[in-house]
């Protein structure tokens, strides 16, 4: 039976990213997606933690980059970056979650079956306390991390506060019009232990699902290509959703979800999406800041009016020539509802070194379509397809 009674989530508040790199991770935030660095770690968290930690927010969107410390000539604390960086490429090694009533959600993680990995830890600030605890998952190493604020508490303890204008590497912030994560895409060699952990430890209900394989599959006897099965789960009350894969046979080896296990040494976050308001202006800036996407195949847009036929969604807002210049992906279920996406390359790609991790970002921009579109994910599927063929790893 799936349980009823809410954890109470208010929403994702941040990503919590584990890097080799923490400089090259502030150019890419600060320069390449105009996100305001807002805080860091102070010096006495930085020695006792082992890792030094920046964060970077735009909009709703807030991401903390830690590195270990000794990597910089720190103290010789080795704190949770460093391990996990020895098992994994760069990666989200927790997610973080503000909750209405932080003693309400560790009672009833606890009588699901949860795994808190300690008990609610609280520190008092000038204006308010900070509430914290954290519980092991099936997402690999990422934790997921619970807090809730009494009054006004800034970031983290530990944490030094920046002014907007403080730090050298702010520009003016978030011109490109980030508004909050719309959802999480997590690979796994074996799904259903991940979907019945949500369902009946987080109370997350079943939204959407598909399976496929691709084209390649399809038409070949030797079953070159590869396939998914991806199910979606969210939380109703907070909307916080996670969108779950697992490798398909015939080609189970060939899925890119396996190659992601392999890349990654386990299973884990593959890509976050960023809502934005207005995503050909924040795609047109992001190029023009030098950012790379995953490439659409011309094919797409040429079959794209038949399609937004098929899928009766009528006339765009957009351009559908901004579209296939910037090579933006549409999707929809019904007159005047579509979502319009697309992909920055993964880390690994971007940088031209593994250890970078596989994990990217998507953006996403809703217009009343509160779904995923399958020909879309169909689309992303192939496209990191063809980028493994390319790589030689499929």
């Keep these: ?19 080799h790199d923490l400089d090259r991770s502030r150019r890419f935030y600060t320069s390449g997606l105009d996100f305001l660095e807002t805080g860091g770690s102070g010096d006495e968290l930085t ?5 030094r930690s920046l964060v970077f927010e735009a909009g709703l969107c807030r991401v903390i980059c830690s590195t270990p410390a000794g990597q910089e000539g720190g103290g ?22 503000e909750v209405d009533d932080i003693q309400h959600t560790l009672s009833l993680l606890e009588v699901r079956g949860g795994t808190p990995t300690g008990d609610v830890v609280s520190t008092d600030g000038p204006q308010g306390r900070f509430k914290t605890f954290a519980i092991t998952t099936p997402f690999g190493d990422t934790t997921f991390r619970f807090v809730e604020r009494e009054g006004k508490f800034p970031l983290y303890p530990g944490f030094d506060v920046r002014a907007p204008n403080s730090a050298p590497h702010n520009s003016p912030g978030n011109s490109l019009g980030f508004l909050q994560f719309d959802h999480v895409t997590a690979n ?26 691709t084209d390649e599959v399809e038409r070949r006897e030797n079953h070159e290509g590869s396939g998914l099965k991806s199910v979606v789960m969210w939380d109703p009350e907070s909307g916080v959703k996670f969108a779950n894969n697992e490798p398909r046979r015939p080609s189970f080896r060939a899925s890119q979800i396996h190659i ?10 593959q890509h976050v999406a960023l809502a934005v308001g207005d995503v050909v202006n924040a795609v047109r800036g992001l190029r023009q800041r030098g950012i790379e996407f995953m490439a659409t195949p011309p094919t797409y847009f040429a079959a794209l009016p038949q399609r937004l036929r098929t899928l009766r969604i009528g006339q765009l807002a957009e351009s559908l020539s901004d579209l296939e ?29 593994a250890e970078a991790g596989p994990f990217f970002y998507e953006l996403i921009q809703r217009c009343g379509d509160s779904g995923f579109g399958a020909g879309n994910f169909r689309a992303l599927f ?3 397809e063809r980028d493994q063929v390319a790589q030689g790893k499929a």
């Excluded at 060699?189 to 209900?205: C, Q, R």
């Excluded at 992601?260 to 976050?269: L, M, P, Y």
């Excluded at 319009?340 to 971007?350: E, G, H």
């Design 188 to 213: 796994f060699e074996t799904l259903a232990p991940a979907l019945l952990w949500m369902e009946h430890v987080l109370g997350f209900k079943r939204f959407w699902d598909i399976a496929f394989h």
């Design 47 to 51: 020695a006792r933690g082992g890792q």
């Design 260 to 269: 992601f296990h392999e890349e990654n040494r386990g299973d884990g976050v």
């Design 325 to 353: 210049q910037l090579e933006i992906l549409v999707d929809g279920d019904g007159p005047g509802r579509y979502l319009l996406q697309i992909f920055l390359k993964d880390a690994a790609r971007l940088y031209g070194n």
């Design 76 to 97: 010789g604390a080795r704190g949770r970056a460093y391990r996990y960086l020895q098992r994994h490429p760069a990666g989200v090694g927790s997610l973080v979650f």
């Design 1 to 19: 039976m799936t349980n009823t009674t809410s954890l109470g989530i208010r929403r994702l508040e941040a990503i919590h990213y584990f890097v």
């Design 382 to 384: 192939e496209s990191i």
